[in-house]
């Protein structure tokens, strides 16, 4: 049991979804936690709100798969009113005007042998090799990683004894599996595709979970690991499926607000931090914008580590060479995210009757090439001439989103750069770029853009302003090899303490990294459990 000597034990920076995870571990724990949120309302990336009269949709995050199943039953999310339910089929590719490819449903492998009946023998193998892969990857989620110290021998022997813990998960691999993994991790999401298959439709499908956030070409190495990254989920038990939270991501943020009141945790919106206290080295509390100031035995971030340690702390209490790493910390997305308000359904030329399809993440890209073409216009002009286009139609599935007979759809659109170029705002490009999205719809589905009732546009800086998602970067910060594991956010610093005593990160920005997992603030209320049992906090009045 953990003893309490001052009146707050902990207090976390930012109520996204790894913050209100981590409050209610350390809550349940027995400890007197209290949350500050930026915002009105908590969830951070993960929120439904109104953006049109009478139309609320998630209007960042917008698609639930990754989610922890240990945090939905220890939060008792569904008990607190989440229901997530599933796609009636997984993807939709539309490619001209008779063409499509859909996936999910039992239909996936008649589908792809459309386009190749190799490929389509092809599906259950590369199915089963890419689980043994997300198997070893879900078992390692939930793993704090070993840091890598400096300290001597006394800090490096359980460092030593995690790495060999993480070892003997890897020993269980066959060589197969061993090959596939390093292939996972070092090679680009197309090579790795092209090597699986010939026709280009059911590579785009999986090759767009290669991009998403990315910023990337498919054919960039690293990107193998980002489509392994958007594997690893699972919906009510069923690995590897995409789902609908009732009501949206807000469903489940709420949910976990309501766990953690449950469990005493004191949440504060509207609050945000301006400082956070560090006094003889030791953080001790935080500062908001309206001049409030609360002290606790431990300081907890949600927040991106580059917001973090180069708005809210002290430069000076910081190393030197840990401010440069920040520095050079990555982060952005070649994100633009829109919601739209719709009169009626979209008629897809290739398959226009309503039906299934239109439950389904609707991919706008029909091929790798045509991907990495987007990418390099972005890179040159700002956004790509023909940008990759997923949307969701999430009142298919859920009827409390939009009033009877409209609909709600997420456009997740890539590539656009994170910063503008040319001495550009994103301020001043946000409609033309809109208008794109749009149009790049209607061309699929003739009608969609007369549909548009309203319509708001994210762009990678609106998602800065909004959500503190630096570049836009939707996962904290790139899922690339040295920002990933022990190195997330910094090599050194990868096991959720940052280098001022008494101060965590539980965010995106740290292992696993990002997407709406619970998974960071989980691990991170462990670790810190720890440091309390171990009795390091001490009263901090
Ligand atoms: C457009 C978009 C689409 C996405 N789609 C999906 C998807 O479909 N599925 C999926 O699983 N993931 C998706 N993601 C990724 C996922 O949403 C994020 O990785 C995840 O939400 C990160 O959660 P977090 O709790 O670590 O941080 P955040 O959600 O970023 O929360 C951080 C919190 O800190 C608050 N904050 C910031 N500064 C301060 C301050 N100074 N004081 C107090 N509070 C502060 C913020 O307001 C915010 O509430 C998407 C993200 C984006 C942006």
């Not at 309206?290 to 971030?301: F, I, K, L, M």
């Not at 073409?373 to 790509?384: C, F, K």
Request: glycine share 12%.
């Amino acid at each position: 049991m953990i003893s309490r000597v001052c009146d707050l034990d902990v207090l976390i920076i930012g109520g996204g979804h790894n913050g209100l995870v981590c409050a209610f571990y350390l809550a349940r724990a027995g400890l007197k936690v209290r949350v500050l949120e930026r915002r009105g309302v908590v969830g951070g990336a993960a929120v439904t709100e109104e953006f049109h009269p009478g139309f609320r949709n998630s209007v960042a995050a917008y698609t639930v798969s990754l989610l922890n199943p240990k945090v939905v039953a220890d939060m008792q999310l569904a008990r607190h009113g989440l229901t997530v339910v599933e796609r009636r089929l997984a993807n939709f590719l539309p490619i001209d005007e008779s063409r499509y490819l859909v996936t999910g449903g039992g239909r996936t492998q008649a589908e792809v042998a459309k386009f190749s009946s190799r490929d389509g023998d092809r599906l259950d193998a590369y199915g089963e090799r890419l689980e043994v892969i997300a198997d070893v990857l879900r078992g390692l989620v939930l793993e704090t990683p070993p840091n890598v110290t400096r300290d001597g021998w006394t800090a490096a022997i359980p460092e030593l004894l995690k790495s060999a813990t993480i070892g003997r998960r890897m020993a269980h691999l066959d060589m197969t599996g061993r090959r596939d993994l390093l292939a996972l991790f070092a090679q680009s999401a197309g090579d790795w595709l092209d090597g699986w298959f010939e026709s280009d439709p059911i590579k785009a499908v999986f090759g767009f979970d290669g991009v998403v956030g990315a910023y990337a070409s498919p054919y960039t190495p690293g990107t193998a690991y980002v489509l392994l990254h958007h594997v690893f989920g699972e919906v009510n038990g069923r690995k590897g499926a995409w789902g609908h939270a009732i009501g949206g991501m807000g469903a489940i943020t709420q949910a976990m607000a309501a766990a953690c009141r449950e469990a005493g945790v004191e949440i504060t919106t509207d609050a945000a931090v301006g400082e956070v206290l560090v006094e003889k080295g030791r953080a001790v509390g935080a500062v908001t914008a309206g001049g409030e100031s609360v002290r606790a035995r431990a300081v907890v971030s949600n927040l991106h580590p580059q917001l973090l340690f180069q708005k809210l702390i002290d430069p000076a209490v910081l190393p030197a060479d840990f401010r440069e790493r920040i520095e050079r910390y990555r982060s952005g997305s070649g994100t633009f995210r829109m919601n739209v308000a719709l009169s009626e359904l979209p008629r897809f030329t290739c398959l226009p009757e309503a039906g299934d399809h239109l439950t389904a993440g609707i991919i706008m890209a029909p091929s790798l090439a045509y991907m990495d073409q987007a990418y390099i216009d972005a890179r040159t002009r700002g956004w790509s001439k023909a940008p990759i286009v997923e949307m969701l139609i999430p009142s298919t599935l859920d009827d409390t989103l939009a009033p009877p007979g409209r609909h709600v759809a997420s456009l997740f659109c890539q590539h656009v750069q994170p910063r503008l170029s040319g001495g550009r705002s994103w301020d001043d490009c946000r409609d033309e770029v809109a208008d794109l999205m749009i149009e790049t719809v209607d061309r699929h589905a003739p009608g969609f853009k007369a549909s548009v009732l309203g319509r708001q546009a994210l762009t990678p800086l609106d998602l800065e302003r909004t959500f503190g998602l630096v570049g836009g970067g939707i996962f904290h910060g790139k899922l690339e090899l040295d920002q990933l594991f022990s190195a997330r956010p910094v090599l050194g610093h990868g096991a959720y303490r940052g280098p001022v005593a008494g101060l965590y990160l539980c965010g995106a920005g740290t292992h696993p990294g990002g997407g709406v997992t619970g998974a960071p603030g989980w691990v991170a209320a462990r670790e810190i459990l720890k440091d309390f049992k171990r009795g390091h906090h001490r009263p901090a009045v």
